[in-house]
């Protein structure tokens, strides 16, 4: 009777540990802590894409958490680039603004803001140190259907030191 009983907890414990393989299968990233964080549209139709969400690519940008920064930095290698995943449920047009720092006399630098096959070109402007931050509207992109989308911004050129620090990036709906 002992064995048969050991038989059936060892079977249903193999059968437990299946289906929780099958399912990380299915969603590897679920619970991964380190895979990209997917930003859901706001009630006002708003994205706000915040450097601590992004994922990152290469070997210098990083994440800088300090309150007067709050932004990716270290951005001296031209091919490091960043991307966020996010979610529309109310497709349209959308104005997009972005939130960046240079310090004076590193400006130049060139980049492209990548979504749903659109690139919004911009050229990062000193604006008086790494941590004087300024928002700009970069132009309008339009995204027609509710989905998954990302949303990479990359250099094109650096001139100075650095890229620039990058806060954030927020797509607003226009009316």
């Known amino acids: 009777m002992h064995m048969r009983l050991k038989v059936v907890v060892l079977f249903c414990a193999s059968v437990a ?4 393989a099958v399912h990380a299968a299915e969603d590897p990233l ?9 930003i859901r549209q706001a009630d006002d139709g708003s994205v706000a894409l915040k450097a601590s969400d992004a994922a990152l690519q290469g070997n210098e940008l990083r994440y800088e958490p300090e309150s007067d920064k ?3 930095g270290f951005w ?11 979610t529309v449920t109310k497709p349209g047009t ?17 980049y492209v803001v990548a979504v ?5 070109k911009g050229k990062v402007g000193d604006t008086g140190s790494w941590t004087a931050f300024k928002t700009e509207n ?4 339009s995204i027609d259907k509710a989905g998954k989308y990302a949303l990479s911004v990359k250099a094109v050129s650096k001139p100075g030191e650095a890229v620039m620090n990058l806060r954030s ?3 607003k709906p226009k009316p």
């Open 169 to 171: 990036i927020v797509l």
């Open 138 to 141: 970069l132009g309008t992109l």
């Open 116 to 120: 749903a096959d659109q690139q919004l």
């Open 30 to 38: 679920k619970d991964d802590p380190l895979a990209p964080k997917t």
């Open 70 to 72: 709050d932004c990716l």
């Open 17 to 20: 540990l299946l289906g929780a």
């Open 76 to 86: 001296s290698d031209p091919n490091d680039w960043a991307s966020w995943n996010f």
């Open 94 to 110: 959308f104005d997009v603004e972005i939130t960046l720092a240079c310090e004076r006399g590193e400006g130049g630098s060139e």
